[in-house]
């Protein structure tokens, strides 16, 4: 019963958004029985079809990745992403209020935007399905589709699919990808310095690539190993010791 009435208020949720971005043709269809993949993604149908079969629609999405898994991916560099990108990931549905007040505090403190409140599974959604454009429509969407995906997949095979799909710069799409085009190793190779190194990325990758500006890339670094040391996951004198470990780079 209390999938159903989930369920249900999934469905309202999204007619809300179909008329919110401006999708009411949605009324208009006459079938959705084709396959989600024959959906152009803007389309309203395509969207209600992810609610409806999200597993199938995520398969879709990660079947030609070069993929890992997590148990094949270092501790410290999912530590390092969560300390960075989402510290209240274990304690969230998907969307985290008590991340959107501080952020928005944060922000009017500073009179810029400085601190976005958007979790790991919000930016998975992003990742897999929704383009980046900023309205309340499109935003409404993406919580919608963060609670279906974290009521189906459990939090480590979140952080896993978003590890697979988050863009590192360079190229390099997925951790995989990312560990080889950087150090030419396999993730699970890494060592804490290099995590901490990928894990900074993913925040501006076109610019803070040490392919392209090494001293933002090791800036970022830093800021990874201070939310480390910060969150409890390593000491002090671990970062010290990470922060001037040496980098061996695959270019």
């Known amino acids: ?20 971005s401006g999708n009411d043709n949605i009324f208009r269809q006459n079938s959705v029985q084709q396959s989600a993949k024959n959906y152009d993604e803007s389309n309203a149908w395509y969207r209600l079809y992810r609610i409806f079969d999200l597993k199938k629609a995520v398969q879709s999405k990660v079947a030609k990745l070069n993929y890992t898994n ?16 989402d510290n209240r990931f274990y304690r969230h549905y ?26 790991i599974t919000q930016q998975l959604v992003k990742n897999l ?27 480590e095979e979140i952080l896993e699919l978003y590890l697979n799909t988050i863009y590192f710069g360079s190229g390099a799409t997925g951790i995989t ?4 085009i950087y150090f030419g190793k396999t993730p699970v190779e890494l060592n804490l310095a290099e995590s901490a190194m990928l894990a900074g990325l993913p925040n501006a990758p076109s610019l803070v690539s040490p392919y392209v500006d090494y001293t933002a890339a090791k800036q970022r670094q830093g800021v990874v190993l201070a939310a480390l040391v910060k ?21």
């Open 231 to 251: 969150y409890g996951y390593i000491g002090p004198s671990q970062a010290t010791e990470a922060k001037k470990a040496p980098l061996h780079f695959a270019k």
């Open 129 to 155: 399905f929704l383009t980046h454009e900023r309205t309340w429509g499109r935003k409404l969407e993406e919580i919608v589709l963060a609670i279906d995906i974290e009521m189906r997949y459990s939090k």
């Open 70 to 85: 997590l148990n094949n991916i270092p501790l410290s560099l999912q530590q390092s992403i969560i300390a960075v990108e």
């Open 1 to 20: 019963m209390r999938f159903f009435k989930f369920l249900l208020v999934l469905i309202i949720l999204f007619f809300a958004v179909g008329y919110w």
């Open 177 to 180: 990808d990312a560990a080889n």
């Open 94 to 119: 998907g969307f985290d209020i008590e991340g959107i007040f501080r952020a928005t505090l944060v922000n009017i403190q500073s009179g810029e935007v400085q601190e976005g409140a958007s979790t």
